[in-house]
Nanobody, 122 residues
């Protein structure tokens, strides 16, 4: 079991930045951020493995950066140039398996946090 607790969600103006954090109760090979906006399907935003290999959804490439601190078991998502369409509940996820990008695309993560709300106003 891995418990995940997110923080850092807030309301910001378009063009602004936010940094989300997710503290895990223990380490996991794959970690990722997902989001789900009102009336939208859940989207895998970004993933990272224990070695720092990352992948991103096309919708956030060049604006979002995923990172992790393996000593602190903490996952981060730096979000820049935020747009109203980025508004969503952002959840972190963890999985002990491999191929983190495929898991992100298919939503195949075993452990999930409760989420933190990000609202971007125009």
């Amino acid at each position: 079991q891995v418990q995940l607790v997110e923080s850092g969600g807030d309301s910001v103006q378009a063009g602004g930045s936010l940094r989300l954090s997710c503290v895990a109760s223990r380490s996991a090979y794959c970690m990722a951020w997902f989001r789900q906006g009102p009336g939208k399907e859940r989207e895998g935003v970004a993933s990272i493995d224990s070695y720092g290999v990352t992948s991103y959804a096309d919708s956030v490439k060049g604006r979002f950066t995923i990172s992790r601190d393996n000593f602190k078991n903490t996952l981060y998502l730096q979000m820049n140039s935020l747009k109203p369409e980025d508004s969503a509940l952002y959840s972190c996820a963890a999985d002990g398996g491999s191929d983190c990008e495929r898991r992100r695309i298919r939503g195949m993560y075993d452990y999930w946090g409760q989420g933190t709300q990000v609202t971007v106003s125009s």
